[in-house]
């Protein structure tokens, strides 16, 4: 997904999805992101869009069972150029979490951070505030 001239738009994932029983796409936000190499895809509105259309195409069982992969990520005009702490990037994590906790989404984060334990932690932190989720 990180790679406008490669196969890996979400459009791409959610119509290969579409058409084979029983499969669902890996959403990686940071590819996405990154993916129009001019930093966008990363506000509330372009996030609750991409959310709408994976629920019009998939269903909205489908946003109860989510498969992610985020870190931080340099990009340049033709993409990813690799993958980057949250704390050195410009993904904006609480406009990502918001529109996901506003559309009701589950499922599992994986954490592709080069320092992925402290990243993890912050990822659970920024996602207990912003569905006000209690520490556990």
């Known amino acids: 997904m990180g790679k406008s001239a490669m196969l890996g738009s979400i459009e791409d994932a959610l ?12 959403i990686d936000f940071a590819h996405m992101h990154a993916r129009p190499g001019d930093g966008s895809m990363n506000t509330y509105e372009e996030w609750s869009k991409l959310l709408m259309n994976y629920k019009k195409v998939l269903g909205a069982k489908a946003l109860k069972n989510l498969h992610i992969h985020l870190s931080g ?5 033709k993409g990813e150029k690799k993958h980057l ?12 979490f918001k529109a996901l906790n506003d559309f009701g989404c ?5 954490c ?11 990822m659970k932190k920024a996602w207990m505030k912003a569905s006000g989720e209690k520490e556990k």
């Not at 589950?106 to 994986?110: A, E, K, L, Q, T």
């Open 15 to 26: 119509a290969m999805s579409a058409a084979m029983d029983m499969v669902q796409p890996c």
């Open 112 to 122: 592709e951070s080069p320092i992925m334990e402290e990243d993890a932690l912050n």
């Open 73 to 77: 990520i340099e990009y340049g005009d």
């Open 106 to 110: 589950s499922g599992r984060i994986m």
């Open 85 to 96: 702490s949250l704390a050195e990037a410009d993904l904006d994590l609480k406009a990502l």
